[in-house]
């Protein structure tokens, strides 16, 4: 018996929770039971009411708002217990179009993929603005990088993910989960694709979004610790390399004026020259302990997840 779950992240979501799920379906092919989750991160409005009112099978309540991220891993960790074989996570404003489903969850069925992420047409949403779009772009550009995975639109959280792949990720980011479980999955060599989907017309403003400067920051923080946390040795190794460059480059410059019988008045140059190089080569060993620290994180990963899996019941 194949067993979907449709998780939906909610934080005051009740005017708009009642339209996403009545579109929501009951019955797929291939699907012999499908159930809906709420995960109530800290709401205070009536968006439990309107879950329990519409039908929402299961609801997982957080005792205060504790952010997106941790919500969606709430609902990862729910849906296993609860014994799905196929968790679908959509958003609570009915951005995406729920009609969109089945193209999430065939390639599962058919063991094409353990992830599959619904690609929007971001350069046709009218309400995404120029900034978001650029950023939206790069963004997935960076993902792409960091997991060697082809994702067109890493932020989408329009996605659909296998019993296994759900027990194999964990989120460190408290912003959003959409960009580091792509890169998970890629470091884990699990098949991640992508799919197009539709996308509704705009209910409200996202709320995690509370303004452009607030968006880029986040976004750039979350690209930086990106590389930090799952590419180490290649993000300190890319400071050392500038700081090593720009010391040698200055010794250069020294050495050219000493030989010439100018050197006398470039002194300076020898001395930032050492303190450049002392923080290259320091850099330098600060990426082989950052990996060796990333080393250490992916292998008790690994015995979490064989825990997990010996727990689970399936």
Known sequence: MTK????????????????????????LPGIDVIEWLIIDDGCTDETVKVARDNGVDHIISHPRNLGLAKAFMTGLRSCVKLGADII??????????????????????????????????????????L?????QKNGSWVVRVASGTDIPDAPSGFRAISRDAAMQLHVFSKYTYTLETIIQAGQKNMEVISTPIRVNKDLRPSQLVKSTPSYINQAIITIIRIFVVYKPFRFFLSIAALFLTLGFLLGVRFLFFYLTGAGQGHVQSVVLSGVLLGIGFQTVLVAFLADIIAANRRLLEDV???????????
Request: charged content about 25%; some cysteine; overall charge positive.
């Open 4 to 27: 979907l779950i449709i998780q939906i992240p909610c934080y005051n979501e009740a005017e708009t929770l009642a339209v996403t799920l009545s579109c929501l379906p009951r019955q």
């Open 131 to 135: 900034l978001k779009k650029i950023l």
């Open 304 to 314: 979490r997840y064989e825990l997990k899996k010996k727990h689970s019941g399936k």
């Open 88 to 129: 679908v996570n959509t958003d609570a404003d009915n951005q995406y179009n729920a009609e969109d489903i089945p193209l999430l969850v065939q390639p599962i069925l058919e063991k094409r993929a353990e992830i599959v992420i619904g690609a929007r047409p971001i350069t046709s949403i009218k309400h995404f603005s």
